[in-house]
């Protein structure tokens, strides 16, 4: 699976209202981006593959489920990832949790 469709199938398993790169008109919603990419090379080849981005989630319900849920889906996928930071708006009431990850690329189906 590419890692694009693993990244994909981890935020679309949680919800539907999750975009790439483009912030959304939702009081609840995640945006995901890749920023580049992290390959371990040997005898000057990149042997493996892997992508790096982030998530972000904003929501204004305190203990959110589309956090476990989305730390779950990442687990299950295989995709590392960390909790980088929770911001509080209180002129918006909303709450912004930051991650980061990395997934390794795989092959195209078919």
């Known amino acids: 699976m590419r890692w694009y469709q693993k990244i994909v199938q981890a935020h679309t398993a949680v919800t539907e209202k999750v975009s790439h790169f483009r912030q959304m008109q939702e009081s609840r919603y995640m ?29 204004t ?28 708006d209180d002129e918006t009431d909303v709450m912004h949790y930051a991650y980061s990850w990395e997934v390794k690329d795989g092959p195209a189906d078919g």
């Open 31 to 59: 945006v995901w981006q890749e920023d580049g990419r992290n390959d371990f090379e040997a005898g000057n080849r990149h042997v493996e593959k892997a992508w790096t981005g982030t998530t972000d989630i904003f929501t």
């Open 61 to 88: 319900i305190e203990f959110d489920p589309w956090i476990d849920a989305l730390e779950n889906q990442f687990d299950a996928l295989g995709i590392a990832y960390q909790l980088e930071n929770i911001d509080y």
